[in-house]
């Protein structure tokens, strides 16, 4: 996959995160009106600047890939009925599998090689939708959810790269102009 | 004859990879002799084949040796092919060769995924006995198809064959297509096919812009519905309908129930992904088995948010008010781009910060560990706190098992982690 490597969407991604980080801090300054020299604090910044960084890796992939939707959607729309229905979605997601691995635990102490196995891979893949953006659905089966993986993988990287510039540049301009 | 210099062509794209593979598939034919599945195997090798070398192709950092012989391995039955080029009686079984190659030579992506064009118009012509030429393409054609389809609507049997896809698709679905070794496609229903097509295309395809449509739907709707009504046996032939179904062909001595099929269609699938997710996570190519596979990629992509979050915390020490200098960086930044394509030449500048330099003797016992990219990661994390917060801590939580990614979170007890959750929480809300 090339789209992560090329120029195209490290530019876009920095574009995204530089309009995002400008759009909170303006956000910022609408809420501190009555403090304005209230800088915000450490953690909020760090949010700030991760969750701009985020969007900004969402939108500068495209709307292509579920985790894309999973980031954007509750950053751009207050929907709450999405909201609701996405809270009931991993309920019933949830439930699904609690039901599933409960009965399965229930076996009475039959624990061959492969169950074993198979128990593994089953907690490791619940705990993957859960460190995916956007896996908790439960409508994503493991196909869908080992493709989405490869695909957040590879633009988080991307994404990190992108940041680890940024600060070097900001840390290297920082320090010449206090020389 | 234009098939040689088109697929000659395409071989050239390649290099020396593309011998490598030619060597290997030799030599997997000599190992055993399936001639009631040449044709199929061959086809189902020519979509799997491309679709690594597709993939490695566009995928930065995967090799294509890797891929290859991934390839090779899994298609060890195919038919001798010297110079890639099909038995010379097969051409006869079509009516559309001319018509084919013509297309084929004029296209211009056939050149670019280089053996994966190639090997598409190899794979069609290695379909042979085969009624349908178009659907022999099987896994490799799927994907080109939706990208093709405005051209190929004056020749319904081309479409399958003639739509080379865009590399990305190619490297995404092909992977998916090409492992499920028996499908293949009725060129009739080409037209009616896209929908199944585009609904079958790549998620992680970045050309966006061709690929509207939901990508959360794979093949496993349409498959579930034409395996479990249409599969047969090894040796039956499908008869020609209108529905778009895919076809799946048992192999020899497994079982042909309807049920197996899907779901040995839906394992290999899984497994090819898994293959790909392999070559992306560094340091992960000797690592076999599902459990331990999964277990490393969540530690990657923990590793790699956990990056982020201190780059962003980072980036929101060194400037307190959040204006970043627009022109300046960006100019800065595009300067640096090509140069840097990996994470570790990013990070030597990083090293010759007077910041970091402080801390280098904590780096060296840092350094001391396991994996790349935690290991890059402890040091910025190192760098940044200066071991004033948990980064004691933080070595720990990382070089721990994460058998249970859980246990892992509750193990990493500082404020930081607090943090962590909440947003993630967050994003799923």
């Known amino acids: 996959m090339q789209g992560p490597s090329t120029k195209s969407f490290r530019q876009a991604f920095l574009e995204n995160l530089l309009v995002s980080l400008q759009l909170q801090q303006e956000h910022t300054s609408k809420h501190d009106s009555s403090s304005v020299g209230a800088a915000m604090s450490l953690h909020e910044r760090k949010l700030a600047v991760k969750s701009s960084a985020d969007v900004a890796m969402a939108a500068a992939r495209g709307a292509g890939a579920r985790w894309t939707r999973a980031i954007l959607a509750p950053a751009s729309s207050a929907c709450k009925v999405q909201r609701c229905r996405r809270i009931v979605i991993r309920c019933r997601g949830r439930k699904r599998s609690l039901t599933t691995r409960s009965a399965r635990a229930g076996d009475g102490g039959t624990s061959s090689g492969g169950e074993i196995a198979r128990r593994l891979v089953r907690r490791r893949t619940m705990a993957l939708r859960e460190v995916i953006p956007g896996g908790r659905d439960a409508a994503v089966d493991e196909a869908t959810l080992l493709r989405e993986a490869m695909d957040y993988v590879v633009h988080l990287r991307a994404q990190v790269d992108v940041l680890r510039q940024v600060s070097e540049a900001v840390q290297r301009s920082g320090s010449s102009i206090l020389q | ?429």
């Open chain 2, 1 to 429: 004859m234009d098939m040689n210099e088109s697929s000659e062509k395409g071989m050239e794209g390649n290099g020396s990879s593309g011998v490598e593979w030619q060597s290997q598939f030799s030599g997997g034919f000599s190992t055993q002799q399936h001639h009631a599945h040449m044709m199929d195997s061959f086809a189902a090798a020519s979509g799997m084949w491309a679709a690594p070398s597709a993939a490695s192709q566009n995928m930065s950092g995967l090799s294509d040796v890797n891929g290859m012989s991934a390839a090779a391995r899994g298609a060890g039955f195919l038919a001798p092919v010297p110079g890639f080029l099909p038995p010379p009686g097969l051409g006869a079984h079509f009516p559309v060769d001319s018509g084919f190659i013509e297309r084929a030579a004029r296209s211009s992506c056939f050149v670019g995924p280089g053996a994966g064009g190639g090997m598409m118009g190899v794979g069609g012509f290695g379909g042979g006995g085969d009624q349908h030429m178009g659907s022999t393409f099987g896994g490799g054609s799927d994907g080109y198809l939706d990208h093709r389809r405005k051209d190929d609507k004056a020749e319904p049997e081309l479409a399958g064959s003639g739509g080379v896809p865009s590399s990305e698709a190619a490297g995404g679905d092909c992977s998916s297509k090409g492992s499920d070794s028996k499908k293949r496609r009725r060129p009739s229903e080409v037209m009616g096919g896209d929908q199944v097509q585009s609904s079958n295309v790549a998620a992680d395809s970045a050309n966006e812009s061709t690929h509207s449509k939901d990508r959360g739907e794979e093949s496993s709707p349409p498959t579930a519905t034409t395996t479990g009504g249409r599969s047969k046996g090894k040796g039956a032939k499908e008869e020609s309908e209108k529905e778009d179904y895919i076809h799946v062909r048992a192999r020899r001595g497994q079982a042909t129930n309807s049920h197996s099929l899907a779901e040995r269609l839906r394992r290999e699938k899984i497994s090819e992904r898994m293959k790909l997710l392999q070559d992306l996570v560094p340091g992960c190519s000797k690592v076999t088995g599902k459990a331990v596979m999964l277990d490393e990629i969540i530690n990657y992509v923990q590793s790699l948010q956990r990056q982020v979050e201190f780059l962003s915390m980072k980036l929101s020490t060194v400037n307190p008010r959040l204006d970043l200098n627009l022109e300046g960086l960006l100019s800065k930044d595009l300067l640096r781009f090509p140069g840097v394509s990996s994470s570790s030449i990013g990070f030597s500048p990083e090293m010759m910060h007077p910041q970091l330099q402080l801390s280098q003797p904590g780096l060296m016992q840092g350094g001391a560990g396991a994996m790349g990219n935690p290991d890059v990661f402890r040091r910025i994390m190192q760098a940044q706190l200066g071991g004033a917060k948990d980064g004691s801590q933080m070595p720990h939580a990382l070089n721990g098992s994460f058998s249970d990614h859980v246990a892992a979170q509750m193990a990493y007890p500082s404020s930081q982690d607090l943090s962590i959750r909440p947003p993630q929480d967050a994003y799923q809300m």
